[in-house]
């Protein structure tokens, strides 16, 4: 059964940084794609970043040069570092498997950038 739990979200200005991990247990993060997504109110959930088991990645227009995915396969954990955060970036960020797994959707973090 594959758990991921995501932690590292809080309230910033704008302009400010976060770092999102996403720890995860019955899947190894070395080699399945994973991504990271979220859901703004009012939105659908969107697909922010990739990482693929060859560690190629790649992002959403909206974020890139901002954003950037990464994993530590020991850890079996996946990042999320973002930088230059924009009110437009408040959400609640979800990881997943890329394509994601209906089943696997955690509870998510909540992502808030104050103007």
């Known amino acids: 059964q594959v758990q991921l739990v995501e932690s590292g979200g809080g309230l910033v200005q704008t302009g400010g940084s976060l770092r999102l991990s996403c720890a995860a247990s019955?899947?190894?993060?070395?080699?399945?794609?994973m991504g990271w997504y979220r859901q703004a109110p009012g939105k659908q959930r969107e697909l922010v970043a990739v990482?693929?088991?060859?560690?190629?990645?790649n992002y959403a227009d909206s974020v890139k040069g901002r954003f950037s995915i990464s994993r530590d396969n020991a850890k079996n954990t996946v990042y999320l570092e973002m930088n230059s955060l924009k009110p437009e970036d408040t959400a609640i960020y979800y990881c997943?498997?890329?394509?994601?797994?209906?089943?696997?959707w955690g509870q998510g973090t909540q992502v808030t950038v104050s103007s």
């Open positions: 997943n498997l890329s394509p994601p797994s209906f089943a696997s």
């Open positions: 019955g899947v190894s993060v070395r080699i399945k794609a």
């Open positions: 990482i693929t088991s060859g560690g190629y990645t």
